[in-house]
């Protein structure tokens, strides 16, 4: 839950809520994997997966406005 939770929040385009999101995400993740409930190359992975989304969309909220350029002449 918390997973898919992050992932829509990340695709909403909140950042601050998403990096929040991803935080409880992860702790969940950990948990699980300190109780036995997922292999921990499988927590990983999962870990790996929503951060780099978190990462493409830090990178599109920036690289948006420098992609427009100069205005249209």
């Not at 990340?10 to 995400?25: N, P, Q």
């Not at 948990?31 to 989304?53: C, D, F, P, Q, V």
């Amino acid at each position: 839950t918390n997973i898919t939770k992050a992932e829509k929040t990340i695709f909403s385009g909140d950042l601050e809520g998403a990096r929040k999101a991803v935080k409880t995400a992860i702790t969940s993740l950990d948990k699980a994997s300190e109780k036995g409930i997922l292999h921990a190359n499988n927590t990983a992975r999962r870990k790996s997966r929503l951060m780099k989304k978190l990462n493409e969309a830090a990178a599109m909220a920036t690289a948006e406005p420098e992609s427009l350029g100069p205005a249209e002449e």
